[in-house]
């Protein structure tokens, strides 16, 4: 037998997958957040024994 669901078991059902996704999406950001490190790197080749400015490095 099969029901017709009403508009508030609708309802319901749309915030479960809606609050599911965002929480999905929320734990893989912070799996990201928490995995990752922000560091100084060179932004273009460097040669053996070049001084080293800050225009030369950016933040990744």
Same mark, same amino acid.
């Given at each position: &037998? ?9 309802? #319901?059902? &749309?915030?479960? %997958?809606?609050?599911? #996704? ?5 734990? %893989?950001? +912070?799996?990201? =957040? ?19 400015? =800050?225009? &030369?490095?950016? +933040? =990744?």
């Amino acid at each position: &037998m099969k029901r017709k669901l009403t508009g508030s078991a609708t309802a #319901a059902v &749309m915030v479960f %997958v809606v609050s599911t #996704a965002l929480a999905g999406v929320l734990g %893989v950001r +912070q799996v990201e =957040r928490l995995s990752t490190q922000i560091a100084w790197v060179a932004s273009s080749d460097l040669a053996a024994g070049q001084t080293i400015g =800050r225009n &030369m490095l950016e +933040q =990744r």
